[in-house]
Structures are given as structure tokens and as C-alpha cells.
């Protein structure tokens, strides 16, 4: 069965957020790299590289189903940040904004019995699950420090082992 135009449309949308959300993620590794927290540098950067691939899922994708992909203008995310609590809680906030992205797609993949598509979105609605958790609990970690510096020293040596 051939993909409709509308879903590849939407699926091209999807890949440009994803894009998005990888510079956004490597601005905020550098803002890290900057402050000196290198664990929370390189637990972005890691984000950085699983939105890439995230893109890359979609890419695949559309190929799969003979469409084409078209290249995104990728946006300037922002450079600056207060601290540490207030990346996470953006990051978090990020998050729940692409599941609703996602839950979007698989409204329209529903609406148009694109059963191959609601199959291929099964996994990206996992992985928004655990996207959510894991910047949730990094928020919880940092509000229940405080801004105390020693406790932001002690979450970002354990995001270094991610
Ligand atoms: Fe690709 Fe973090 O969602």
C-alpha cells in the first residue's frame, strides 16, 4: 500500500524536529562544556547523537516506503542558560512537546489505516516514554539539591557515566 502524501509531509515535519532537537541538545552540551560540568556535557552530547538517529530512523523510513526526504532547514537553538536545573527542566519541557509530536503522528497513521506507520511508530512512543522519565528524574535530582554547587558537582559526575 502506498504512503500518503500528508503522511510523508508529516513524516519530513517529524525529521526536522528531530534534527532540531539534536542542536538543541549540542548547544546545551556546549553551554555545560563552558560552565565546567562535563558530565552533563557529554550526557548531552550522547542526546544529541540519539536524536540524530532518531532523524535517521525516519530517513530510513521513508525510503523504505519509496518517498523521498527532504533535507530541513535546521533552527539556532538558544545558547544560554542559568543553570543547570533550568537545561534539564528545558530539556524535559522539549521532550513532552516531541511525544505529543509523536502521538500526533500515530493520530494521523490511525486516521489513515497506515498500519506499516503505526508499527514503526510503536517504538518511538516507547522511546518518548523513557525520554520523559529520564530528564524527569534529572530535574527531581536537581531540585532536591537545591542550587548547592557540591550537589550539581556530585548529579554531574553521575551523568558522566552515561
Ligand atoms: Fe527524538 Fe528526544 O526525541
Known amino acids: 500500500m502506498k504512503i500518503s502524501d500528508s503522511m510523508i509531509a ?6 526536522k524536529a528531530e534534527f532540531d532537537s539534536a542542536y538543541i541538545y549540542l548547544a546545551m552540551s556546549s553551554y555545560f562544556e563552558n560552565e565546567g560540568f562535563q558530565g552533563m556535557a557529554h550526557w548531552m552530547k550522547k542526546q544529541y547523537k540519539e536524536e540524530v538517529e532518531h532523524a535517521e530512523k525516519f530517513i530510513d523510513y ?3 516506503r519509496g518517498a523521498r526526504f527532504i533535507v530541513p532547514e535546521i533552527a539556532k537553538p538558544k545558547e544560554s542558560y542559568e543553570n543547570a536545573l533550568e537545561v534539564f527542566k528545558t530539556a524535559y519541557a522539549h521532550e513532552q512537546y ?3 509530536r509523536i502521538y500526533k503522528l500515530v493520530d494521523l497513521a490511525v486516521e ?3 498500519y506499516a506507520t ?3 511508530l510503536k517504538w518511538f512512543v ?10 524527569s528524574s534529572i530535574v527531581n535530582k536537581l531540585e532536591m539539591f537545591g542550587s548547592d554547587k557540591h550537589h550539581v558537582y556530585i ?3 553521575e551523568l558522566a557515566a552515561r
Request: net charge negative.
Open 155 to 157: 548529579v554531574d559526575r
Open 118 to 120: 503505526q508499527s514503526m
Open 126 to 135: 516507547d522511546e518518548q516514554m523513557e525520554e520523559e522519565d529520564n530528564t
Open 10 to 15: 508529516a513524516i519530513n515535519d517529524q525529521i
Open 98 to 100: 516531541v511525544t505529543s
Open 112 to 114: 489513515e489505516k497506515d
Open 62 to 64: 521513508l525510503y523504505q
